[in-house]
């Protein structure tokens, strides 16, 4: 599947102070409380701003759209602004869970973690790109771990979704988020690397904070396909 799916470690305390409660000063004028937090934090002006935008356009978000697509998707995006995040292409809990239901075990949905802030509706997994997927809660995340480690079932059937290396980069963000304290959050087009000119990638967040092992497993994809597309082009003549 064609998608730029990111991993981000936070813990549902962190999703109430770093945007459930942001974005209530937003929505009452407060804007500069939001630019005072973000420098206590340790950021820089230019992500500041952008964190702010951030809980701007969340502010709009009318109770009809669908969590995922908006919300869910926001706190993804602001998450890199405080810690790193992880990136695989195209490989996703979402997609493992269409496959193998059975894996919805180590899943938690929205309403359990934010139930009072938010009436949107959710489908609590990746339904489109720009959109939040699954959250692994912080024990839920160290029983994956453990289970990836110690299961050869459950390390099997990521293995198969996570190939090509990838799986490295998404035990890394388990390891992660473990060794924090917090869950693991999935979306898509966070971050869109661009494999061929990595220096015009793009992120709605802190690109700096985007772990590189995966998009370097990506642009060695992306060029093995191209030398191979270049060498059927060659023999063709």
């Not at 549902?12 to 102070?17: K, L, T």
């Not at 407060?30 to 950021?43: P, W």
């Amino acid at each position: 599947m064609g998608y730029d799916v990111s991993f981000h470690p936070i813990s549902p305390e962190e999703i109430r102070e770093w945007y459930v409660t942001p974005l209530t000063w937003v929505q009452e004028g407060e804007e500069e409380k939001v630019l005072a937090f973000a420098a206590q934090h340790g950021m820089e002006d230019f992500y500041a701003e952008k964190y702010l935008n951030t809980l701007q356009v969340g502010a709009e978000t009318e109770s009809g759209e669908l969590f995922d697509k908006s919300h869910g998707f926001y706190i993804a995006v602001i998450q890199g602004f405080f810690r790193d995040y992880f990136y695989t292409r195209g490989s996703a809990f979402s997609f493992l869970a269409e496959e193998k239901p059975e894996y919805a075990r180590y899943f938690t949905p929205w309403e359990q973690i934010v139930p009072a802030a938010f009436s949107n509706p959710a489908e609590n997994r990746i339904i489109e790109n720009y959109c939040s997927g699954v959250y692994l809660s912080p024990a839920q995340a160290v029983q994956l771990l453990q289970d990836l480690e110690q299961d050869r079932k459950v390390l099997e059937d990521l293995e198969e979704l996570w190939c090509d290396g990838q799986l490295a980069v998404l035990k890394k963000a388990l390891t992660a988020a473990v060794e924090l304290g917090v869950g693991l959050l999935e979306a898509t087009e966070v971050v869109e690397p661009n494999p061929i000119a990595p220096n015009e990638s793009t992120s709605y967040s802190n690109l700096y904070h985007c772990d590189r092992d995966g998009v370097y497993l990506y642009m060695d994809l992306a060029m093995r396909q191209l030398a191979k597309a270049m060498g059927d082009s060659t023999d063709d003549r």
